[in-house]
């Protein structure tokens, strides 16, 4: 649907007559794509400018001081990716993004399951459960977990006093905690994602393969978990990606000792003032989004296929 | 026969088999025997306990009280993967990720049969459902009728000693049902197995059955081939339920042997003949079915078993001619197939004579 109307408005400000031409005839022929005007609009002016300043931003020369001058330079790109300072950065972010996907698709699976599979109102409620959290804005939420893991929190209080531990445990500004804190952040999305693709699965294919022999894990496993691979690569996607660009949780709850990918960009555009390189790290970032992206999308392919019905 | 040679001959029984669904009574005492080779149909409306029955053959749910016996063994407790039995589903139940040739390959792959041997009865089977060429299609690029070949050729490719089907047909439009009706009884009997098919399609059933088991709010109504169930219901209900019938109510007034002589409720008299000898209710329902119903202008010569009406309305239906015609308060459907000695070109309000031959008058507990 994008895909159109992108080809269609992109190239007319290159002012190619013929194109323009083509892109008239296109609208006059099928009136309906007007509607996809304010979509396109909006996704040209929030989305597609900025990302090509950025890009465009991050060959320039950086001049110091916030002051940079146009050029055609991969200092930046080449100083994030070799330098072993920043690859400590890429090793760190990609390890939690992993982390905090793996354990939302493996903890979320049989939460998912079970709310797809129930019924009226205990369905409603463990709905209810999940999406009330995400209400509440997410910096008091960061701060919630202050309130439980820092050194005097509640749980340090809570296992002092049952005498499990004799010194508190820092649990915060830790690579934990900004787990945890992601966990939090993402985690209902997934939920939320899966579910809705396993209430797509008809429950009579499970009796069916009963029906021609399959043991109840042999049925679970070659037709529930297989039919829900597109819930894991969409959840999957979404805490990856999000993980791997999130800025507030890992400054707020995460130590300024292991840097993320984020942090490094703020830290380069509004401290050090390197635009062009701020910008190199934010575009590789992106471009690391983009490919997972394009990965899950491929190895899904084969699930569309049969899902286009 | 004695009760050994009984036991071994049935493929499937069901003694006092029950299934109560918190206050409902879906399936209530069913004693049924089905033989080696037979194709049986349970008929009934929506809601009548048939597909509940099939179900707890298969074992996808359990009976409340009573026993299903397989060959002989008593099944219950057993899980589906266990019995001896595979179903065709109402919507066919294809695993949507999965190839026709998968689709037809799982119950052997479960079954850890060795490759070729899976390969070449997965052939055998698409062959005989005509799919051969599709294999590596997805439910998702098959038409309907492709998806009832599939659903089909998989359940039979683990050779059951029954196979169910749960109104296999009713998800098709009516040519491709028409067309599947010959050849899934043509497998049947090709392959000889033992066949439980439910559907609320009375004409299906007819089509065809070995033998019908007519159920009815959870109960066998009655059981028999589809021409004794056509020809002779035992009740109300299978008559209205099996083609169509007229009913007209009224009383026992005489009886001369085997035949009876009913006084209707609005007017008029109906000798009937009668199958058996078995003693007449006094109240009673006339069942007439609409086809054994001759119109006449002027009073027939025979002067017994005639009533009189009026001709409400005509509807030419190609093959035949539908009357609606009053008789007392009630309508009567009359279906006039043409022919030597019948008369034509009706038109409605006229006044009408109906005959009915005392054999086409089936006497039924009121």
Known sequence: MTGDVKGAAVPAVNHHPALIMRVKQIFAAHKFLWIFLPAVLMALIFFFIPIFSLLRISFYENVGMGVYQPAMRLDGYIKFLTDPFYLRVIFFTLKIAVLVTSISLVAGYPVAYYVARAEGAKKIICLLLIIVPLWTNLIVRIYGWFVILGQKGMLNTLLLNIGFIDQPLSMIFQPLSVVIGLLDMVFPWVLLIMISVMEGIDWSLIEAARDLGASRFQSFYEVTFKLSIPGFAVGGLFAFVWSMGEYAVPSLLGSSAQRTISIEVADQILTVLNWPFGASIAFTLFMISVSVLFISNRLTQKSADYMLR | ?366
């Open chain 2, 1 to 366: 026969m004695d009760k050994r040679a009984c036991t071994t001959m049935n493929d499937v029984e069901l003694i006092g088999l029950t299934k109560r669904f918190k206050d409902t009574l879906a399936v209530d005492d069913v004693n049924l025997e089905i033989r080696h080779g037979e194709f049986l149909f349970l008929l009934g409306p929506s809601g009548c306990g048939k597909t509940t029955t099939l179900r707890m053959i298969g074992g996808l749910e359990a009976p409340s009280a009573g026993t299903v016996k397989i060959k002989g063994r008593a099944v219950n407790g057993v899980p589906p993967e266990k019995r001896d039995t595979a179903t065709v589903f109402q919507r066919w139940a294809l695993f949507p990720h999965k190839t026709v040739a998968e689709n037809v390959a799982f119950g052997l792959k479960m079954k850890k049969k060795p490759r070729q041997d899976i390969a070449r009865q997965v052939r055998e089977c698409l062959e005989m459902v005509d799919l051969t060429g599709l294999e590596k299609r997805y439910p998702a690029q098959l038409s309907g009728g492709q998806k009832q070949r599939v659903a089909l050729a998989r359940a039979l490719v683990v050779e059951p000693a029954v196979l169910l089907l749960d109104e296999p047909l009713s998800a098709l439009d009516l040519k491709l049902r028409q067309q599947m009706r010959f050849e899934i009884k043509r497998i049947q009997k090709d392959i000889n197995v033992t066949t439980v098919f439910v559907t609320h399609d009375q004409t299906e059933a007819l089509a065809m059955a070995d033998r019908i088991v007519v159920m009815h709010k959870g109960r066998i109504e009655q059981i028999g081939s589809p021409h004794e169930i056509y020809f002779n219901p035992v009740s109300r209900f299978t008559s209205d339920f099996i083609g169509e019938t007229n009913f007209f109510p009224g009383r026992l007034a005489a009886r001369e042997g085997d035949a009876v002589v009913v006084a209707l409720a609005d007017g008029g008299r109906l000798r009937a003949q009668l199958t058996d000898n078995a003693p007449c209710p006094t109240d009673v329902v006339v069942g007439v079915r609409p086809e054994q119903i001759i119109l006449h202008r002027h009073a027939p010569a025979a002067g017994e078993n005639v009533l009189r009406g009026k001709v409400l309305d005509v509807t030419f239906m190609g093959s035949t001619q539908r009357f609606h015609v009053a008789f007392g308060d009630r309508m009567i459907v009359v279906e006039d197939v043409g022919g030597a000695g019948r008369e034509s070109g009706w038109h409605s309000a006229e006044d009408v004579y109906l005959e009915i031959q005392p054999h086409a008058c089936l006497v039924l507990p009121a």
